[in-house]
Every structure is written in structure tokens, then in C-alpha cells.
DNA sequence: ACTGCCGGGCC
DNA sequence: GGCCCGGCAGT
């Protein structure tokens, strides 16, 4: 518990008092199902690792070689591809709402660093 | 109030 | 390099 931020403060922004670790089991992150059972084995299946958002952190991608293939003449009109619709935001749960916040030894780097979310892309 | 992320900071 | 927060946009 003590070794958990290396900094000072020691807060979690909203939660700006002190989590302790209590004895596990249901965690007041919904008031609704689910999010009951999970910080007990993994998923294990598998990961989804899809070459998106590529954005320029260095976390634990492997990092694409660099395509290198572009026809001198592009920069203009950008098809949007990506999946057209974006996520509401509301509906997009990643590893803070899935996990919440007294478990954020669950999230992935990124999220725990305040980062894109790495684990949970859009 | 809350999540999710960029920008910026510290070691 | 990893590690984290302030502050912001968005809901
Ligand atoms: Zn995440």
C-alpha cells in the first residue's frame, strides 16, 4: 500500500482522500451489476491488438516498422475512414469505468499514466 | 461530477 | 525511458 505512488499527495483527482484496499469483493463503482467479478482472473482472451489510432507513445507496441508507401500527391481529401460514428463517450468504457478507480492496478499504462487508453481502443 | 486525454512535469 | 498530475473538452 505504502509503495503504491511515487510522488506525494497521493490522490485519486475525484476520489481525493484515500482508497483502502478493504477486503475486496463488490466495489461500489455501480450502483447496478456487473463489475462485480472481475478482479479475479483475466480475460485471457487473447488480445485484439489492432494497428489504430497509432499514436506516438512507445508503451509495449511493437511499433510498425513504417509502412513507407505514399504516391506524391496525396494530403487532400481525406476519406475519414475509421469506422465513420465515434463512441458517444458515455458509451465507451474503458479500464477507469470498467475497473474503477480503487482498482487502478487493473488499468493499462496509459490509462494510469492519464494517457489513451491503450487496452480499450475506439 | 465524472470520464478520457493532451500537455507538461519529475525522476 | 518510466511515472504522474493539472487542466481541459466533452458527457
Ligand atoms: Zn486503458
Do not use: N
Not at 53 to 77: D, Y
Not at 84 to 108: F, L, M, P, S, T
Amino acid at each position: 500500500m505504502p509503495p503504491r505512488h511515487r510522488r506525494l499527495g497521493a490522490s485519486f483527482g475525484t476520489c481525493r482522500g484515500m482508497f483502502l484496499a478493504l477486503p475486496s469483493f463488490q466495489i461500489p463503482v455501480s450502483p447496478h451489476i456487473y463489475t462485480s467479478v472481475s478482479w479475479a482472473a483475466a480475460p485471457s482472451t487473447a488480445c485484439s491488438l489492432s494497428p489504430v489510432r497509432s499514436r506516438s507513445l512507445s508503451f509495449s507496441e511493437p511499433q510498425q516498422p513504417a509502412p513507407v508507401m505514399k504516391s506524391h500527391l496525396i494530403v487532400t481529401s481525406p476519406p475519414r475512414a475509421q469506422s465513420g460514428a465515434r463512441k458517444a463517450r458515455g458509451e465507451a468504457k474503458k479500464c477507469r469505468k470498467v475497473y474503477g478507480i480503487e482498482h487502478r492496478d487493473q488499468w493499462c499504462t496509459a490509462c494510469r499514466w492519464k494517457k489513451a487508453c491503450q487496452r480499450f481502443l475506439d
